[in-house]
């Protein structure tokens, strides 16, 4: 069983910083592309950031310059690290962990809120 489990979102100022960390498990697997997608009221979900395997990096263009994805020192851990925070970042953080040829798997998500 794939268990994908967000920790570190809160409430911050805006111009504050927060790290969300993902850790992903399942038996026998290395997971690929990990990713961090949000999504805030009335909003569909949307990428925020994504590394591959090989450590290829994608950003939504709203973050770039303030956030920072990167694999953790466990194996399959992602940490987004999010500073300059804005009210606009304000919604719920979703990882993403993908796995073989088309397996994927998504967590409960962790809600961001930063004020202004």
């Known amino acids: 069983q794939v268990q994908v489990v967000e920790s570190g979102g809160g409430l911050v100022q805006a111009g504050g910083s927060l790290r969300l960390t993902c850790a992903a498990s399942i038996r026998d697997v290395t997971f690929t592309t990990m990713g961090w997608y949000r999504q805030a009221s009335g909003n569909q979900r949307e990428l925020v950031a994504s590394i591959t395997g090989g450590g290829v990096i994608n950003y939504a263009d709203s973050v770039k310059g303030r956030f920072t994805i990167s694999r953790g020192n466990a194996q399959n851990t992602v940490v987004l690290q999010m500073t300059s925070l804005k009210p606009e970042d304000t919604a719920v953080y979703y990882c993403?962990?993908?796995?073989?040829?088309?397996?994927?798997?998504w967590g409960q998500g962790t809600q961001v809120t930063v004020s202004s």
């Open positions: 993403n962990a993908n796995w073989g040829l088309s397996m994927s798997s």
